[in-house]
């Protein structure tokens, strides 16, 4: 399984992610200081890191200097709130394989993570999630249905890729909103329910079952 370490010093934001990136297949550590990522990501157990620059000790910066300078070549992904471009160019520059900044989606920082550990894993062991009938090329971002292909919108496809990988468990709105739309987007939208709504249009209404007070579930 690989192994993907949080340098982040937001409690919350370091939740949200592990949580993401767990459900996605991945295992995970955390760092909530500077001094403490430079240590485990040069320690050679992992296969990304996901960093934060405002880290506590030793900045992002720093770290990924650190790491570079001393020739670790483990893909970095920096996850931010400084959006300027000369931070994103400095970060760049300095050896980062990626820069996002916050607020993000996780479905976009999912993604990313993907591409830079280059396998496409996800809990089903490979670039295709199947359940049943229903099959999700993650690759290529083709869905069939029955052998049949079905056209989706992005969002739709990151909703399906979701329940795939959690078939058969309850997964609430919140939940949901955190995967696909970002820990910013307003937890009282009725978001979630359009859009399972045109999924089970697409896919078959009997597959994603509504449970009451919970939230949904693909069956």
């Given at each position: ?45 992992f ?82 999630l ?69 999924l ?20």
């Amino acid at each position: 399984m690989r192994r993907i370490l949080i340098a982040e010093d937001d409690p919350h934001i370091t939740s949200f992610v592990r949580r993401g990136l767990r459900a996605a297949g991945y295992d995970t550590a955390d760092a909530t200081d500077g001094p403490s990522a430079l240590l485990m990501a040069r320690s050679g157990l992992f296969d990304l890191v996901v960093l934060d620059i405002g880290l506590g000790g030793m900045d992002g910066f720093d770290v990924l200097a650190h790491l570079r300078g001393e020739g670790v070549s483990t893909p970095v992904v920096i996850l931010t709130a400084r959006d300027s471009v000369i931070d994103t160019v400095r970060g760049l520059e300095g050896g980062a394989n990626d820069y996002m900044t916050k607020p993000f989606q996780f479905a976009e920082l999912l993604a990313r993570v993907r591409l830079r550990i280059g396998d496409g894993e996800g809990r089903s062991g490979g670039a295709t999630l199947t359940h049943g009938d229903v099959s999700v090329d993650v690759r290529s971002r083709t869905v069939t249905v029955s052998g049949e292909v079905r056209e989706l919108t992005s969002r739709e496809f990151a909703l399906l890729e979701v329940f795939l990988q959690n078939a058969g468990q309850v997964l609430s709105r919140d939940q949901l909103i955190g995967h696909v739309w970002g820990m910013d987007f307003d937890p009282a939208s009725n978001v979630v329910d359009v859009y399972v709504r045109a999924l089970r249009g697409k896919i078959g209404s009997d597959r994603i079952e509504t449970v009451r007070g919970a939230g949904y579930r693909f069956r």
